[in-house]
């Protein structure tokens, strides 16, 4: 295996598996993937949410943990997520490995090709600093152990699935925009949604957001919405996180992006307005200037990606 480029076959499943009830029927879903330790993201997502009306619920599906080596920012962030309902990424899977701090996977990621070696070794070594900060909880590494790698839920009527890379791996890049845009890949998130009999998967693990609306083998639309990152700027020069808000109303406050409606169900990618500041300083206190995570992250996070907001919603 090469690390942070391929991972185990335990990090599989099929899309057949979501042919299962859902755990429960909701008028609100929250998805929020991709925290990566960002604690001032992680309190306006709780205050965005506190705000909704109706039966809500909240997910965090995955990489909730990254940049939050200190052991106080890794307790509070994981104790918080975890009071609520989660499932693990590629981040919480390396963690939970007790007495293998990133070893022969590394961080798990499953870079793609088009990834420079560079960014694979650097992440790479971030995993190697946050799984000795893990390794000083081992209760939470038992309870990032024990989270599942998808969740199936009813939004409305509308069968939605959480998974945090793609409908067969924890890791998958099936639903990077880079991905969807090609015909081969959307013909093949097509087959996905019919054989998981799902109409929206919410998924995030590539960092760049989208929406994909997509018709089934029998004409129904549905959606991929990935929420690309919780807790880092996603656009250029547009310094805010984003979730993915599934509602049978649409969001009644400021921060819709962009969305799509699938049948009495809306699907929407809401802004994060963590203060900016106060994140960066908790950044910089980490991963000084010269530090792996500084080199990967430190421009995105001061000034966003070469990513524009247009790429991101209703492709076709």
């Known amino acids: 295996m090469t690390a942070g480029r391929t991972c185990p076959l335990s990090y599989r499943y099929s899309p057949r598996e979501f042919r299962t009830s859902a755990e429960s029927s909701v008028d609100v879903l929250y998805v929020v993937g991709g925290l990566y330790g960002n604690l001032q993201a992680l309190d306006a997502v709780l205050d965005l949410f506190a705000q909704e009306p109706g039966r809500k619920h909240l997910i965090f599906n995955g990489d ?3 940049f939050n080596v200190s052991s106080d920012r890794f307790q509070r962030i ?10 693990r990424g590629n981040v919480e899977t390396e963690l939970s490995q007790r007495g293998n701090p990133a070893g022969c996977t590394g961080c798990g990621c499953g870079y793609p090709d088009w990834v420079d070696e560079t960014v694979v070794e650097r992440s790479n070594a971030i995993m190697r600093r946050l ?14 152990a024990a989270l599942p ?6 939004v409305g009527s509308l069968p939605v699935g959480i998974v945090h890379g793609d ?3 924890l890791a998958g890049w099936g639903f990077a925009p880079e991905h969807l845009i090609q015909r081969e890949y959307s013909a093949q998130a097509r087959r996905w949604l019919d054989e998981s009999c799902v109409r929206v998967f919410a998924c995030t693990h590539t ?9 089934n083998s029998d004409g129904r639309l549905c959606a991929i ?8 700027p996603n656009f250029s020069n547009a310094i805010h996180g984003v979730l993915t808000r599934i509602g049978t109303s649409p969001h009644s406050g400021i921060h819709t992006l962009y969305g799509t409606q ?9 802004r994060i307005p963590y203060d900016d500041r106060c994140w960066q300083a908790d950044f910089l206190e980490q991963w000084p200037q010269g530090s792996p995570a500084y080199a990967s992250y430190w421009n995105r996070i001061a000034k966003g990606p070469h990513y524009a907001l247009s790429q991101a919603c209703h492709r076709t």
Do not use: Y
């Not at 994981?78 to 499932?87: R, W």
């Not at 790698?149 to 009813?154: A, E, L, N, V």
């Open 225 to 232: 919405a990935n929420n690309g990152a919780a807790g880092m």
């Open 262 to 270: 699938i049948e009495d169900v809306h699907v929407e990618a809401l």
């Open 78 to 87: 994981n104790e918080v997520v975890l009071s609520f309902d989660a499932i």
């Open 131 to 144: 799984a000795a900060t893990a390794a000083g909880f081992p209760h939470l590494q038992e309870q990032l």
């Open 167 to 169: 409908a067969v791996s």
């Open 207 to 215: 960092c760049s957001p989208v929406l994909q609306p997509l018709a």
């Open 64 to 66: 909730f943990n990254w």
């Open 149 to 154: 790698m998808w969740k199936r839920f009813d």
